[in-house]
């Protein structure tokens, strides 16, 4: 390997590193979020019946943006698809 590999390795930005949905390994909803999705009981039996993998990305999903309003905005649409048995799929249209 070339001096430049070692070197741009130990000087990556830890920030960065790990910054991906599926790069997490324990995401959970924060417990404000998790209690609102507790309130409605069809949201939250459906939520704890998907697999680890589902509930890992619509968490961070969930979480991730910056924006109050667009966190709330995210909530609302995981908990009222939820409440319906259904998933988000996030790589087709979502139609209401």
Known sequence: MKTAGPRAFEERDGRRARQ????????RLDPVLD??????????????AQPPSYRRIVSF????AKRE????????????????????YFLGPNRK
């Open 20 to 27: 991906y949905s599926y790069e997490r390994e324990h995401v």
């Open 35 to 48: 209690a609102m999705v507790r309130a409605n009981q069809e949201a939250a039996s459906f939520f704890d």
């Open 61 to 64: 999903w969930a979480m991730s």
């Open 69 to 88: 309003e667009t966190r709330a905005r995210r909530l609302a649409r995981l908990i009222e698809v939820s409440a319906l048995g259904a998933r988000i």
